[in-house]
């Protein structure tokens, strides 16, 4: 989505959840690339879906609503931490004026969530505490921090990742 001439102000993309969601993993903001697509982690170089093809959660060649439908059909869910800010590129760091999204009534709605993923600890997992301190200790739902996706951190391999982020195939519905 363009940013707006009224504010200058990027809104993010909704929910992507189905009615037996178990996991619901958190981004901080779409990147330019993803608002431009409307998909969650629509920038090639981001590794998001060739670890949810690695774990057999979806298939990333697959056009992006059937790659949904698959995670929703196995209890994920994607959203992100921020509704809405100012933002120049597409990097965490320069995120203003962020609005946070009603994280704890998605998880209101859908009590069967019983993980939530964090996608990278300075991104999500930094607005979610900002934002959710109450969640943050990660008691019920549980919180899980994961090593980010972004194209930006490339410390861990993407077989390193994978290993990581297994956790969302364990909790995932079969």
Known sequence: MPQTPENGRYAGLPPVIGSEAA?????SFPSIQSLAAQEYY???QNQF????????????????????RSLTSRGVALWDVIASCRREGSG?????????NPVPGLLAMHPGIRLVVLNGKGGAGRWFARF???LAGGVAPRVAILP???????????????????????????
């Open 49 to 68: 879906w060739r670890i949810m093809g690695a774990l057999d959660l979806a298939d990333p060649h697959d056009p992006y609503p059937v790659r949904c």
């Open 42 to 44: 629509g920038n090639p």
């Open 23 to 27: 996991v619901l993993i958190l981004g």
């Open 132 to 134: 959710f301190p109450e």
């Open 148 to 174: 980010s996706t972004s194209p930006a951190h490339a410390r861990l391999s993407l077989s390193a990742k994978v290993r990581e982020w297994q956790i969302v195939s364990r909790h995932a519905t079969t």
């Open 92 to 100: 965490d760091a320069a995120i203003r004026d962020p609005v946070p």
